[in-house]
């Protein structure tokens, strides 16, 4: 019998230690590295929730200006604190960089990913300024990279239904669309410590108008396509946080000569119709995130009844980003020109309260 500690067994253990050590250093190649390049926004604890239990993402670097609050994220994945940006973007290892930063900062950390060829997650919106957007969208265009943003609300069996109800036809010629995104985050304060820049415009760019209120702007021109031209009406309900707008309301034309209403803001306690689209031949309407739905053309749609028959969900949008980025089929991306096109709306819209007249867009 051997002993517990003969040389055979001693030389098995030391094999055994060995063969997991390469095992694990094999799984740690085949990962995808990243890097977070800012952490500011209100989405970076989900999203570093969601990488977290990715088997096919690790995170190599966390920067933020304010190291105290990348910290978390250090620890959080045993990812390494970087002083600069760069480090991360001068390293080949490095795949794709998530950029959750404050939003006036965006420019100075999407052109240099891009010119680095990397892949890029730039939260929304992309910029304050259309004409920034543009230009990032021309220079993410040009270095040919994977790009991706936050609008969620795409992956939506409802909003995937309309988009493709739209496009064959069965609203025949829509005369008009109206579509909400409220929550009450003035009301409850979220915006008082942590997350404050976001309700502050010269950094955010937008208050709560523009903040909610893109994600159904995305949704509109999504399966609307572009605006014509805009108007607007901003405005502070509480005035919780100073001259930030906490809600507001726009009137859109659309280029195919339908009219439509933007309602959002952080003043509201329920948000009951999402969405409603109405043509001369069918009409749609989302209340308490149940859609009813009616058309000529369609058999069997009856508007008194939720309407059931939607495709299945796609993943989060960032997920769908990462599943890009390793390659798992091809998902739904939003385009760089289309994250731009929505700050050119959004830039005319609050120009068009400003101004109190109606603006064209683009």
């Known amino acids: ?13 030391f094999a055994a230690a060995a063969a997991a050590a390469a095992l694990q250093t094999q799984a740690a190649a085949e990962k995808t590295a990243v ?13 570093g929730n969601m990488l977290k239990k990715r088997d096919d993402i690790s995170v190599k670097y966390v920067w933020d200006h304010d190291a105290a609050r990348a910290k978390a994220y250090v620890d959080k994945f045993g990812a390494k604190f970087i002083e600069k940006p760069a480090e991360a ?51 993410i265009e040009k270095a040919g990279v994977v790009f991706s943003t936050g609008y969620f609300m795409r992956g939506s069996p409802v909003n995937m ?30 915006f008082d410590k942590e997350w404050r820049w976001m309700a502050d415009p010269k950094i955010a760019g937008v208050g709560g108008f523009g903040d909610l ?56 306690i329920a948000n009951p119709v999402s969405i409603m689209i109405s043509g001369t031949e069918g009409t749609a309407t989302v209340f308490h995130d149940k859609l009813y739905f009616k058309s000529n053309k369609v058999k069997d749609s009856n508007d008194a009844q939720p309407w059931a028959a939607l495709p299945p969900a ?29 700050v050119v709306a959004m830039e005319a819209m609050y120009a068009a309260a400003k101004e109190k007249k109606w603006v064209s867009v683009g």
């Open 314 to 342: 796609k993943p989060h949008a960032f997920d769908m980003f990462l599943d890009k980025i390793t390659g798992k089929g091809e998902p739904m991306l939003v385009t760089p020109r289309e994250a731009a096109m929505r």
């Open 213 to 268: 209120g893109t994600h159904s702007l995305d949704i509109l021109m999504w399966v609307l396509g572009d605006i014509e031209s805009v108007a607007a009406d901003v405005e502070v309900v509480l005035g919780n946080y100073g001259d930030c707008d906490e809600s507001g309301q726009a009137s859109i034309k659309f280029k195919n000569g339908a009219l439509g209403t933007l309602v959002a803001g952080w003043v509201d």
């Open 161 to 190: 239904f309309l988009k493709e109800q739209v496009a064959a036809g069965v609203f025949g010629k829509i005369t008009k669309v109206y579509a909400s995104n409220c929550h009450s985050g003035s009301i409850g304060h979220w």
């Open 89 to 139: 973007l001068d390293d080949p290892a490095v795949k794709a960089v998530i950029i959750c930063s404050e939003t006036n900062r965006h420019t100075d950390l999407v052109v240099p990913a891009a010119t680095a060829k990397k892949a890029i997650f730039a939260e929304k919106p992309l910029s304050a300024s259309g004409k920034e957007a543009l230009a990032m969208a021309e220079a």
């Open 35 to 47: 890097a977070i390049i800012g952490c500011a926004h209100i989405h970076t604890p989900g999203f």
């Open 1 to 13: 019998m051997n002993h517990p500690l003969s040389r055979r067994n001693v030389l098995a253990g």
